[in-house]
């Protein structure tokens, strides 16, 4: 029996996940609809945009909304990094599995 190597399961769901990516670029910058999405939910953060800073759920008022989500992704991001880094188990060797030589 073979071991199937893990090594395509990370390959495979950053190339889905840039696919996705690729698709939403073109759907929201490249068609009509896309654009006017994009027009009416500017016009909603700029709404918006005072009372999030008001509650305090982001810093910066002048904030775009691109920004806004940036910063987001960056600090979810970076939480998940570095919980990741915590819980990572570290793999030990015993000194019977290592090559001594001839």
């Given amino acids: 029996m073979t071991k199937k ?3 395509q399961g990370p390959f495979i769901t950053g190339f889905v996940a840039g696919m996705a990516a ?7 910058f490249a068609t009509d609809r896309g654009k006017d999405f ?4 500017n ?6 945009r ?3 800073v008001k509650q305090g759920v982001i810093e910066d008022s002048d904030a775009t909304l691109g ?3 940036k910063s987001f992704l960056i600090e979810v991001f970076a ?11 570290k793999r ?5 599995l290592l090559f001594k030589g001839v």
């Avoid at 994009?38 to 939910?41: F, I, L, N, P, Q």
């Avoid at 016009?43 to 918006?48: P, S």
């Avoid at 030990?92 to 019977?96: E, F, I, L």
């Fill in 5 to 7: 190597s893990s090594f």
């Fill in 79 to 89: 939480e998940t990094a570095q919980e990741a880094q915590t819980n990572a188990k």
């Fill in 92 to 96: 030990v060797r015993s000194n019977k």
């Fill in 43 to 48: 016009e909603l953060w700029e709404e918006a």
């Fill in 22 to 28: 690729g698709a939403a670029g073109v759907y929201f």
């Fill in 38 to 41: 994009v027009a009416e939910m």
């Fill in 50 to 52: 005072p009372e999030l």
């Fill in 67 to 69: 920004q806004a989500v």
